[in-house]
């Protein structure tokens, strides 16, 4: 049985929270929250102890520690508590600096303790069942990847200004789809973007919309697509198209109804958002953290692919002020 | 070259026309109408001559006419075609009395001559496509068939009068269709109906929304819905349960957009009416009835056929006066 | 906040328990079942005592209980529970026996108790969000409803025999969709049905495949199609036809995934059975019922209900054996 | 009533023989060829005159030509044909030099004659319902434009080595599309491609796999990715993000049967390649180009969109070659 601690108290973290209760391999024993009152509340509703972060690293009965704090906070907590003899599942993105995910990685990879990054979609069953069937060669050899991954709507400009800009904070998700379908890093990245959608985003810094294309040594290629804004909802999709033939994740819709009438044939929309769409992928990814800690075996989502997405994220932001393609190796010193 | 009169200058006739020019096989060379004005009109317009039916029928270089007239001269038609030893194709039903359709049958039978009954929809691509499906084993045996067949519109009262009634104008399209799929006649006819679409429908001694259900005696069951009104288009579909699986032809639209908005997702409507979506048909039946001619194979949609058709709605008129379940053999003398 | 008694330990009442734990209104307090040991079990599992049913019963500080025990148990349970003063969830169906079940609800109507009856599907998202359109008017008037309720594999045949047959045991959940989409309860019943899929299921006196129409007073019609067998999974669907357009509910894929080879476009299959399929349905129920008891107001499907859906399936398994339809009013005395 | 010439008789000219002569409003009256058996075989089938080149364009009794020859032959065809007077539809590209054919637009242009350039997928059923959405602002403003256009087979190297490239020889449809979806020129272009289909096609000096994107003065973003092999058949879809939604059209399948087995649910494949799915397309192209040629109104697709649209392409070799974005206004001189 895992003894959890879970850092951070937020939205997030409730959701983690659900995960790690309900699985049988692992019990909830404490949280901590910056906001004290946050911990307790999630405490008294899961049935466990409120205390301090410090605490929680300090204390050896617990085994694993879950980071859902605020992305500044991750790179030191991955230290201490791997350095504190923890197994680590941390969210995304493991920092914002390129250069201190590296460090956090050397130091991390130093005390031997296993740290999988939250990189929830690949646990979503859409996409995992994409690449089982990849994978089993269904479609023969894969050759040009295409994602496409809209909000459903743009956040407050607050949240903008803090976020590390859409590539380090949305796009990254994306960046690590691709390293997962493809297998490979690429070569080269080629981002293109505006602020089209809300030109507040664009006055505050950052971007809405993109295009990034990655091209890998092998010839292969990959588009990925991002905007701030698919009013119809969160649109989550994936497709590769192989020597054998196409795969496609398609957008789970909230119900199955279809309506036809003098307007035409109507479904429902896109499950909202992220929490709508990628409820099951959280579950799952708990379960696999839960079996790599419990088999000994290697964690699904390593420290590695943290940085390495990192590493597109921080490509990306060059390519797009610079106007041309640069190359991984270059941002990867 | 099979040289083809063309019996009937009506909207029906014109589509029959093009298919006639169109195929290598067969040449358009006379056409008649009742009123010698649509003749002249058609004739114009396909090269032809208009000419009167008698003369048509008496012309011993006509190889084979096809009666797309008003259904009280089909029985004489083809009669008096097949005795001037002309194949013929004759538009749907073959009669509205099921007993002149049996002496119809009976006298066009001891000419020898081929005599086809216009079911197109045996050559729609998406329920031929189904037939083979089924025929390769593709569900295994055959066990439950559905029929879903929705006109957009009722007809004008004044055509319900003339119409013989649901049964023999509309479903007897749906019932050779289970023919043609189960491959067998049912042994009873359910009938239930009634007609709530429109009130004067019901004036009129017509139902506008009903449901048969076939059985067979190896114990499958069909199950036919109709209604003369469905406001999204014309409702075309069949699926067959079989012991591997199922098969379903749905469905064709308008057109492929999908329009995303927060309204929901938005496909077009089905086509329209018969003309758009069964107008590949027509060209399959008629390449078929040519080459049936041609190579002296028999013709896929048999006199027997038609027959069989037209005794099922009876049985089925039967059945809904009666209020319970009538055997196809008890109105079959 | 709610206070539970789960009677039953099957693999229903597991499902039944994660809703009643899961609620933040509700809180399980005790378990019974006939085999002491999974009680034990289950209880362990959800943190609550193994008792007797006898005792739960008789627990004044226990607000409800939900009845996941055999069929022929549901009326004797619901008499004594809402006569300790208890209200009651109880699955379907209320009892095999019509005039056993008709006793019970005057019994249990007399103590003035709420008892809802576990018609599931009527919380399904895809189900409850048709009749939410349908109620909206987003097509107008119903007029003919079909509905396709077919199970991956057939039971066992020794299930089949204690099972009550299939009007009873499976399309008894068909009949209450009708009721509930239609508002109304049907005027006749027409039942056609075979052994077409395994013989053995004939010779135990049942049937596997069976299509039942239902007429109305005000001229609708309703189709139910039930088959043992779809091996390509748990194929649950509903369509309704209106004056204004078409409502229907499709199937639930298990993931989204689409593939594109030379064999054609392949999506995946159905969820395989009830409990994949449903499973959101469960605690969707089980929150109506909460929220029922905790205002007041009326249960969402009621024992009357119950009775009803019992009553057609008694009218369907008469207009078998007799070959004709049978008025709803001549079951219920 | 139209007079039409027909230049080149080859496999498209067959496809425009058939669309000129079932216009109500057009006659086709001679066919020229490089090869005469091939003008006079197509002249025997559809009733008209072989002749030479020469001679149709010095007929001042024939109003207009369709110039079906090949790509080498365009400008000199059209300077010639609009200097005698003529109205002319050329099939795509103008040439594969964008200088010869920016002489080409001079020169035509002097003789104020109308030349409409065959980008016939403007006119496909599902791309010009996407078109007619956007334009009634059902997506409000568009911002990210995808066009996926895969043929089912790579030509042969024979082919490759005299077609210009793939960016001028295929994509040149796709870059014409997001012109007419746009309704404006891109500022640049970046290109992305290998020869990872096949490895002979890149030994010819091609690629078969490519990315292109283009950005536009306004913010906007366009992704066109492109692939010599999609063995499932001719994949052809596009799909713009708006303020308002999203449109898509999807690919039209060879019919609409779906068959459910053990192993998933499949559907038919998209129609095999450019003849099958955009046969409409021609018809309604010269429908369009008779309209514009008779009411004297502009033609909807004008030389302008082909030097446009080949612009583009020299733009993406450009790119491609030195791996970095293009300006187009660079390559317009």
New interface residues.
């Given amino acids: 049985m895992l003894k959890v601690g879970l850092l951070g108290a937020g939205r997030i973290a409730g959701v983690h929270a659900t995960a790690i209760s309900s699985h049988p391999g692992s019990q909830l024993v404490a949280v901590s929250d910056f906001i004290p009152e946050n911990a307790d509340k999630l405490a008294r509703q899961y049935g466990c102890e409120a205390r301090s972060t410090d605490d929680i690293i300090a204390d050896e009965s617990i085994n694993a520690v879950l980071v859902a704090t605020s992305t500044d906070t991750h790179s030191d907590l991955i230290e201490s508590a791997t350095a504190a003899g923890k197994a680590v599942l941390c969210e995304k993105p493991v920092d914002l600096s390129l250069e201190r995910a590296q460090t956090c990685l050397e130091l991390a990879s130093q005390t031997g303790k296993p740290v999988m990054v939250g990189f929830n979609r690949r646990f979503d069953?859409?996409f995992s069942?994409?690449k089982m069937?990849l994978d089993a060669g269904?479609?023969g050899k894969s050759?040009?990847l295409?994602i496409?991954s809209?909000d459903p709507a743009p956040p407050p400009i607050s949240y903008i200004k803090v976020s590390g800009g859409l590539f380090r904070d949305m796009m990254i998700h994306d960046f690590d789809m691709a390293n997962y379908l493809m297998g490979a890093a690429p070569e080269s990245v080629?981002a293109?973007?505006?602020?089209?959608?809300e030109p507040e985003i664009g006055e505050a810094g950052d971007i809405d919309?993109?295009?990034v294309?990655l091209?890998y040594s092998?010839?292969?290629?990959a588009?990925i697509?991002n905007?701030r804004?698919?009013?119809?909802?969160y649109?989550q999709r994936v497709e590769l198209?192989g020597?054998?033939?196409?795969?496609?994740?398609?957008?789970?819709?909230?119900?199955?109804?279809?309506?036809?009438?003098?307007?035409?044939?109507?479904?429902?929309?896109?499950t909202y958002f992220f929490l709508e769409r990628y409820m099951p992928s959280y579950a799952n990814e708990w379960a696999a953290f839960v079996e790599a800690i419990s088999s000994g075996g290697p964690v699904p989502v390593t420290l590695e692919d943290g940085v390495q997405a990192l590493a597109m994220a921080e490509a990306a932001v060059q390519s797009l002020a610079q106007?041309?393609?640069v190359k991984l190796c270059k941002v990867l010193v």
């Fill in positions: 069953p859409n069942a994409l069937a269904e479609i050759e040009l295409s496409t809209f080629s293109f973007g505006s602020s089209i959608v919309t993109a295009v294309t091209t092998d010839g292969r290629i588009v697509k905007s804004r698919a009013v119809y909802g649109d198209l020597s054998k033939g196409l795969l496609q994740a398609q957008n789970m819709l909230e119900n199955t109804v279809v309506k036809s009438t003098t307007m035409g044939v109507t479904s429902a929309k896109p106007g041309h393609p």
